[in-house]
């Protein structure tokens, strides 16, 4: 293996095969090349202000599209550059905020790749720490003399295991003994100790063995942490030490309090009391929440609209033969943008240190989104699906009409499938305390496996677009089925969303408040608009009332506990969330 300088770029290796997490981590310490790196499954990237390193990335070359962080379709931009939008307000919103497939707010410090790299060697080496110490409390029955030389000699083991657990002497076996992926979810869950003929001697001429004792002994701890850890350990000290500053963070990778809130809101809908002849309506629901949020104390972290900005698309009127006075797709396209550029004036009077995330519903890419939709939401909005940490806790926002019609984008809807599921192995490898998603429409109703068939509740139109002279018959609006996604397409999220241990989704669409759950444990929150409001005459009894609103989301994490999934060995788990934390959360009606 060819080796670098120690001042040579990070490597960052987004592994798709967890069996070489052991020895890519150690690779990564001491500069050398990761694992199946090669010109052509490799790209470097410049990331601007965020990274300003040039890095190499390998990926697979299935992934090589979807892992490259650079916006699509920007016109003029390189591919391997990421373009940062202008921001014309006082703090990044909107397409300035929402680009490279993340989240960027100055109260929302997301980790670089430096930072990444450093928390996965963090947690390897507090891993390895706990295990030392569990085996720390055999010695009297492995009947032990000398304490130091049994660490010592602990330690030198589980120094092999690290580096050579992936060599080709011990794939064999690991694949043998281990061929269920779902074994091998953290850097050091695929540990392999050599077999007794193994010689402990570390090869002083390969640089990977150079200073492992010292990784292994204090792996990110500060010095007052590494002072504790000695003294309730003393018979575990370290030999050596590896240089941490004692500052170091993570930014949001790591929690830095011990809860946080955060807002979610949906439909807001601009024009759709009127059918889009005016939209100064919605506009003053959407003031009324933004007051409500800005005298929040402590304020939330973040607001998310969950899809539905504005009512404007034009293949709706175009559904209904441009009957309703808008003559043109060109003119339906000026009421959207016009509409657009209202909410964002709107909520820019959110107050400065609480971020926004805006992601589409079907009424801002219509309900067979297309290229040409999405790019159209892009260049007001920004990224379309995309993800962020808060406190310890990590975001998916997800373009889930295509989950309901994949046929218009249909390559878009396979590259967000895979980023999808790249992104939630990604916080499991970070020890995510809690994964949570967002999309406009509900994964379902009321139960996962519903079908049509089983949904027979109806929404009658709403009071807004009665007419005194032509009335709207009570028995006439929208049927249960229309606001569930398909269950194959559901199940291709939920299956996902339970392998990885999603602690709650939260969406609207329906336009009416619903709580339920899953068998598994995750909850799925439907919030209601503010705009016009459905009651649905198949719903089950809630215990909230419905109307126009925001909903408070209060996280409260567990420091002592990772998100490892809350299952139990010997016995089918009644719960399969992450369980580094609980969420609470309550509508709150708008205020006159």
Not at 277 to 292: G, N, V
Not at 404 to 413: L, N
Not at 571 to 577: A, C, T, Y
Request: glycine fraction near 6%.
């Amino acid at each position: 293996m060819a080796t670098t300088s120690k001042s040579a770029p990070i490597m960052v290796h987004r592994r798709n095969d967890s069996k070489y997490a052991q020895i890519d981590l150690w690779n990564r310490i001491t500069g050398d090349t990761p694992l199946s790196s090669s010109p052509s499954t490799t790209k470097s990237f410049l990331l601007n202000d965020r990274h300003p390193l040039s890095h190499s990335v390998p990926v697979s070359p299935r992934h090589s599209e979807v892992l490259s962080p650079k916006i699509e379709d920007v016109k003029g931009a390189k591919e391997t550059e990421v373009v940062v939008p202008k921001n014309e307000h006082p703090v990044p919103r909107y397409a300035a905020a929402q680009y490279g497939r993340t989240l960027h707010h100055p109260k929302l410090n997301q980790p670089t790749l430096e930072q990444e790299a450093g928390h996965l060697m963090m947690l390897a080496g507090n891993r390895l720490l706990n295990y030392s110490a569990r085996e720390g409390n055999r010695e009297e029955h492995c009947g032990v003399d000398d304490k130091g030389q049994y660490h010592e000699d602990l330690v030198s083991k589980l120094s092999k295991a690290l580096l050579l657990g992936s060599s080709n002497g011990n794939l064999h076996e690991m694949s043998k003994d281990n061929s269920n992926d779902d074994n091998f979810s953290s850097p050091t869950s695929t540990l392999f100790f050599p077999d007794a003929t193994f010689r402990n001697e570390p090869d002083e001429s390969n640089p990977a063995h150079q200073n492992v004792d010292a990784f292994l002994g204090t792996c990110g701890l500060t010095s007052d942490e590494l002072q504790q850890h000695t003294q309730q350990f003393p018979e575990m000290a370290p030999l050596q030490t590896y240089d941490f500053s004692k500052n170091q963070t993570y930014g949001e990778l790591e929690p830095q309090t011990p809860s946080h809130s955060f807002v979610v809101c949906s439909d807001t809908q601009l024009g759709i009391s009127s059918k889009n002849r005016e939209w100064e309506t919605e506009l003053e629901y959407s003031r009324r929440a933004i007051r409500m949020i800005n005298a929040m104390d402590p304020p939330p972290r973040f607001v998310c609209v969950c899809g539905d900005l504005i009512d404007m698309e034009y293949t709706f009127e175009e559904r209904k033969g441009y009957k309703d006075g808008f003559g043109s797709k060109e003119e339906c396209d000026a009421v959207q943008d016009r509409q657009n550029e209202d909410f964002q004036e709107v909520w820019s009077h959110l107050r400065e240190d609480v971020a926004i995330c805006c992601l589409c519903g079907n009424h801002d890419v219509g309900n067979r989104p297309t290229p040409t939709s999405i790019q159209r939401y892009k260049d007001a909005f920004g990224d379309e699906y995309l993800a962020f940490w808060v406190n310890g806790t990590y975001n998916i926002v997800l373009n889930n009409v295509l989950f309901v019609d994949p046929s218009g984008a249909r390559e878009i809807f396979d590259k967000q499938l895979v980023w999808l599921e790249d992104r939630l192995k990604y916080a499991q490898e970070h020890d995510a305390k809690m994964i949570f998603v967002f999309g406009h429409h509900p994964w379902f109703l009321y139960d996962e496996n519903e079908t049509p068939e089983d949904l027979h509740g109806l929404s009658p139109y709403p009071e807004e677009w009665q007419d005194p002279s032509h009335p709207i018959d009570k028995d006439t609006g929208f049927f249960d089925a229309y606001f569930s996604i398909p269950k194959g397409y559901r199940d291709l999220a939920l299956a996902l969303f339970k392998k990885y241990g999603v602690n709650a989704s939260f969406c609207g669409h329906f336009h009416q408040n619903v709580i339920s759950k899953t068998k598994w444990g995750m909850d799925n929150i439907i919030t209601a608009p503010l705009s016009v409001v459905f009651e649905s005459s198949g719903k089950p009894q809630q215990h909230e009332e419905n109307g126009r609103g925001i909903r408070i989301v209060n996280v409260e994490l567990r420091p002592e506990q990772g998100g490892d999934l809350n299952a139990s060995r010997g016995r089918i788990p009644s719960k399969q969330v992450r369980s580094g934390g609980t969420i609470s959360h309550y509508f709150l009606p708008l205020q006159s």
